[in-house]
């Protein structure tokens, strides 16, 4: 019998240990379990591995096809990750492989998938509600951002632009809301345009930020940045990272945490620790507010696909 055409499949984690065992010098038996999860088609999967008392995590990327990537998109990240924590940014970093490379694949059900083996973050997420993790978040997501500037990788990876946030977004959408989906997709179509008319503005006048755009981490939350006990953070999960607006870096977390929503005092406690660092321009604080109506728009085509246990329903609030 011809074997059928699988959409996505998940790695047992017996044989995902086994993969990782043969490709790592971890020093001893490799345990390995998936991470609990919501099953949903934009994730990566993830794996909780032990040797002896220490912890990784493993990622089995989903195949690159689902979101245009391919090697060098993973190669990128996992070098800025290893560039980061050679600068002392406490981030989640790649371990290097026996072969001395970070990426490895697998030959899955639906075709080749990348994976990579990560330190393990310990703590807890960060709490929106504490002004001395917000200040300290604000600090070192400057600090990512000063120190990225001397990153200068051979390899490409797909920019954070506006084709990418808007264009390709909105193309997603109007395909598959052709029907059905008219008074929402004025909605999307006028507030995306209007964003990003403000952005073209700010961009391109004299005033402009000239670090303004370089590596950044693409989805900071609070979910994905660990405090330990000792109130030291660690920030882990940069798969939507890449060349971006700094502006947008910042518009993200507020948008993922609703800072926006809250008392101001957890939102200027942020900022206080981002301009200890990097003080904002002008146009970069002024970019931050269309950036935000972007963000929605990029989730909602990010949710809108053709395929996958996402579906197509999923609508975030212009």
Same mark, same amino acid.
């Given at each position: 019998?011809? =074997?059928?055409?699988? #959409?996505?499949?998940?790695?047992?984690?017996?044989?995902?240990? +086994?993969?990782?065992?043969?490709?790592?010098?971890?020093?001893?038996?490799?345990?390995?379990?998936?991470?609990?999860?919501?099953?949903?088609?934009?994730?990566?999967?993830?794996?909780?591995?032990?040797?002896?008392?220490?912890?990784?995590?493993?990622?089995?990327?989903?195949?690159?096809?689902?979101?245009?990537?391919?090697?060098?998109?993973?190669?990128?990240?996992?070098?800025?990750?290893?560039?980061?924590?050679?600068?002392?940014?406490?981030?989640?970093?790649?371990?290097?492989?026996?072969?001395?490379?970070?990426?490895?694949?697998?030959?899955?059900?639906?075709?080749?998938?990348?994976?990579?083996?990560?330190?393990?973050?310990?703590?807890?997420?960060?709490?929106?509600?504490?002004?001395? =993790?917000?200040?300290?978040?604000?600090?070192?997501?400057?600090?990512?951002?000063?120190?990225?500037?001397?990153?200068?990788?051979?390899?490409?990876? =797909?920019?954070?632009?506006?084709?990418?946030?808007?264009?390709?977004?909105? +193309?997603?959408? =109007?395909?598959?809301?052709?029907?059905?989906?008219?008074?929402?997709?004025?909605?999307?179509?006028?507030?995306?345009?209007?964003?990003?008319?403000?952005?073209?503005?700010?961009?391109?006048?004299?005033?402009?930020?000239?670090?303004? /755009?370089?590596?950044?981490?693409?989805?900071?939350?609070?979910?994905?940045?660990?405090?330990?006990?000792?109130? +030291?953070?660690?920030?882990?999960?940069?798969? /939507?990272?890449?060349?971006? /607006?700094?502006?947008?870096?910042?518009?993200?977390?507020?948008?993922? #945490?609703?800072?926006? +929503?809250?008392?101001?005092?957890?939102?200027?406690?942020?900022?206080?620790?981002?301009?200890?660092?990097?003080?904002?321009?002008?146009?970069?604080?002024?970019?931050?507010?269309?950036?935000?109506?972007?963000?929605?728009?990029?989730?909602?085509?990010?949710?809108?696909?053709?395929?996958?246990?996402?579906?197509? #329903?999923?609508?975030?609030?212009?």
């Amino acid at each position: 019998m011809e =074997q059928i055409r699988v #959409t996505r499949s998940f790695v047992a984690g017996e044989a995902m240990g +086994e993969v990782i065992d043969a490709a790592y010098e971890l020093g001893g038996p490799v345990r390995c379990r998936m991470f609990s999860k919501m099953l949903r088609t934009q994730d990566n999967d993830h794996y909780l591995v032990q040797v002896g008392d220490q912890k990784f995590v493993g990622r089995v990327y989903q195949q690159g096809d689902h979101l245009e990537r391919e090697e060098s998109d993973y190669l990128y990240e996992l070098e800025w990750l290893d560039f980061l924590r050679q600068h002392e940014i406490p981030v989640a970093y790649p371990i290097r492989r026996q072969d001395g490379r970070f990426l490895g694949s697998v030959n899955a059900p639906e075709g080749k998938r990348y994976f990579a083996l990560f330190s393990y973050a310990e703590g807890r997420p960060m709490s929106t509600a504490n002004e001395d =993790q917000l200040y300290r978040m604000g600090l070192e997501m400057a600090r990512v951002h000063v120190v990225s500037n001397d990153f200068h990788p051979e390899i490409n990876r =797909q920019p954070i632009n506006l084709e990418f946030l808007v264009d390709k977004s909105l +193309e997603r959408v =109007q395909k598959y809301w052709a029907e059905g989906r008219n008074e929402d997709m004025e909605l999307i179509l006028a507030s995306a345009q209007e964003a990003k008319s403000e952005l073209v503005d700010l961009i391109s006048n004299p005033h402009h930020t000239k670090d303004g /755009w370089g590596p950044i981490g693409g989805d900071f939350h609070n979910v994905n940045t660990f405090f330990d006990e000792n109130g +030291e953070p660690g920030f882990f999960n940069f798969d /939507w990272c890449g060349p971006g /607006w700094r502006a947008y870096d910042i518009a993200t977390f507020l948008q993922n #945490t609703n800072l926006i +929503e809250g008392p101001e005092k957890y939102t200027e406690a942020f900022f206080a620790g981002y301009y200890s660092i990097r003080p904002l321009s002008n146009n970069e604080h002024a970019a931050i507010s269309p950036f935000l109506t972007i963000r929605r728009v990029w989730l909602t085509g990010l949710f809108t696909m053709g395929e996958g246990l996402a579906g197509h #329903t999923f609508i975030a609030p212009v």
